[in-house]
């Protein structure tokens, strides 16, 4: 099995500079095209006397930003959100909500999403017909240390902490508020799941038999690079959805009709 992956997926993992990461890096365009505008801006009225409107110069910001995103090769769904950003803003600024209103969104979003902007990982759950595979690749015949990197709010390891009562089954959870949740629905439901708060990248993944991940594209390479310095021979990574580029699975079942798949790699 090749257990290295090349330098620039090593680059797609989430420890890159903070400046090079692709939130940033939108943000720092969106700053460079309100320059630009507020240039075209000048140079057209010095020029023929017409004062550009206000929505003129949100558009033109909104195309810029967009350009730049295409030059500097940011993937292809920035571009339309580069694009419809700023009208969004002048949009959002014109409803006269209350401001308190955008500070309780903003505080839900980052209880939910948190360090997403780094990690590139966002929360998006799994379904049960994900736990019902996953619990079918587990070892049946002793006790087991499973681990879902990323647990979001907990459904997967109070799942399999149901079926496999003898095993220890833990999450660990970068982002608060789905940590909170998983937290508050394991003690309803006296469950024997553990919930860490935490990032995963610093835990030892050798402590577990079975390390489970429902990630990002972003995220494999690194995942990757760790799982084989860490993860003991004989023990199974398995993630949903996303593979290892480069790196042949030995599991591929494919779960849903629109093909969705749950890779594992024996270690
Ligand atoms: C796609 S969700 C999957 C949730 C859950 N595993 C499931 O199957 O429903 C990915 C989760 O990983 C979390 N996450 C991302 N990077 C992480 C990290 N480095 N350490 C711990 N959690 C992380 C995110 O906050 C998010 O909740």
Redesign the pocket.
Known sequence: MDRSVSEDNAELS?RKPWFRLPAVQALLMQCVALLIVLLIIVAVFFVTGFKLSFIDAVLIQGACAAALSRWRQLASWWLPMQFIFPPALLAAWMLHLPSGIYLFAFLIFLAV??T?FR?Q??????NPV?WTAVAGLLPQSRTIRFI??????G??VLHLARLRGESKVI?????PL?WAASRVRAAFRRSAGTFIR????HLDLGDFDVV?????PA?MPALWNKACAEMRPGTLLLS?EFAIPGVQSQITNILTPNGAILYGWNM
């Open positions: 989430g999403y948190w997403t990690t990982v966002p929360f998006y759950p799994s994900v879902d990197i990323g647990s979001g709010f459904g997967l999450g660990i959870e970068l982002a789905p935490g990032d995963y990248d489970f991940g429902y990630l990002s995220a949903y």
